[in-house]
Antibody, heavy 117, light 107 residues
Framework: QVQLVQSGAEVKKSGASVKVSCKAS????????IHWVRQAPGQRLEWMGW????????KYSQKFEGRLIVTRDTSTSISYMELSSLTSEDTSVYYC??????????WGQGTLVTVSS | SHELTQPPSVSVSPGQTARITCSGD??????TYWYQQKPGQAPVSVMY???ERPSGIPERFSGSKSGTTATLTISGVQAEDEADYYC??????????FGTGTKVTVL
C-alpha cells in the first residue's frame, strides 16, 4: 500500500535550518511529484513547493524562494525539504503529499517543526 | 497568484445537508480538489477533479462547480463529518493554492 512516512519532530533556534524527510513506499517513486505543504497552529494549509521525483525538477512558492530546497534520493525513495533562516513564523506542521493530477491522493503523517528564539 | 475563498464556518444538524463553497476567479479553468482534516490529523482527499469521489469516501460526499464557485456537498451529515475542509487548485505554471478553510460543525 502507498505510504509516505516522515521524520520526527524538530526543535530549532531562530536563524537555523531544518531538513525533513519523507520516505515513499508502495508505488514507483520516480513517476510522481512530491509536494510539501505546511500548516501553522490554527491556520490554513499552505503550499510550499514540489519536486518531480523522476527528473528532480522543482517549483517553489514565491514566498519561500531563496530559503527552501526540495530534493530527492531515488535510490531510497526519499524526498527532503530543507528550510533555512528559520523564524518563529516557521513553526508549523510540515506535510509531504503525493500529487495526482493537480491535487493530492496520499499524505505523510506530518512533522512538527518548532522554532524558538 | 490566484486565491480561493471559503466561508469560515458551516453549522448543520445531523441528517441535514452541508454545502461548502470555494470561490476563485481562475476556477473555470482549473480543477478543484477537496480535503477533510480532523484535529491532529493529516488531510484526507474527499473529492478530486471537481466531482470525482476517491474510493472509500462515502456517497454522501459530492462535488460540483459552476463558473467561479466550486461546492462540496455533504448529504445526510453525520457526527463523524465534523472537521475542517479545504479546497485546492493549481494553475498552468504549477503553482498550487489552498482555500481559506471551512470548519464544519455538526450540532
Amino acid at each position: 500500500q502507498v505510504q509516505l512516512v516522515q521524520s520526527g519532530a524538530e526543535v530549532k533556534k531562530s536563524g537555523a535550518s531544518v531538513k525533513v524527510s519523507c520516505k515513499a513506499s508502495g508505488f514507483t517513486f520516480t513517476t510522481y511529484a512530491i509536494h510539501w505543504v505546511r500548516q501553522a497552529p490554527g491556520q490554513r494549509l499552505e503550499w510550499m513547493g514540489w519536486i518531480y521525483a523522476g527528473t528532480g525538477n522543482t517549483k517553489y512558492s514565491q514566498k519561500f524562494e531563496g530559503r527552501l530546497i526540495v530534493t530527492r534520493d531515488t535510490s531510497t525513495s526519499i524526498s527532503y525539504m530543507e528550510l533555512s533562516s528559520l523564524t518563529s513564523e516557521d513553526t508549523s506542521v510540515y506535510y509531504c503529499a503525493r500529487a495526482i493530477g493537480d491535487g493530492y491522493d496520499y499524505w505523510g503523517q506530518g512533522t512538527l517543526v518548532t522554532v524558538s528564539s | 497568484s490566484h486565491e480561493l475563498t471559503q466561508p469560515p464556518s458551516v453549522s448543520v444538524s445531523p441528517g441535514q445537508t452541508a454545502r461548502i463553497t470555494c470561490s476563485g476567479d481562475a476556477l473555470p479553468k482549473q480543477n478543484t480538489y477537496w480535503y477533510q482534516q480532523k484535529p491532529g490529523q493529516a488531510p484526507v482527499s474527499v473529492m478530486y477533479t471537481d466531482t470525482e469521489r476517491p474510493s472509500g469516501i462515502p456517497e454522501r460526499f459530492s462535488g460540483s462547480k459552476s463558473g467561479t464557485t466550486a461546492t462540496l456537498t455533504i448529504s445526510g451529515v453525520q457526527a463523524e463529518d465534523e472537521a475542517d475542509y479545504y479546497c485546492q487548485s493549481a494553475d498552468s505554471y504549477g503553482i498550487y493554492v489552498f482555500g481559506t478553510g471551512t470548519k464544519v460543525t455538526v450540532l
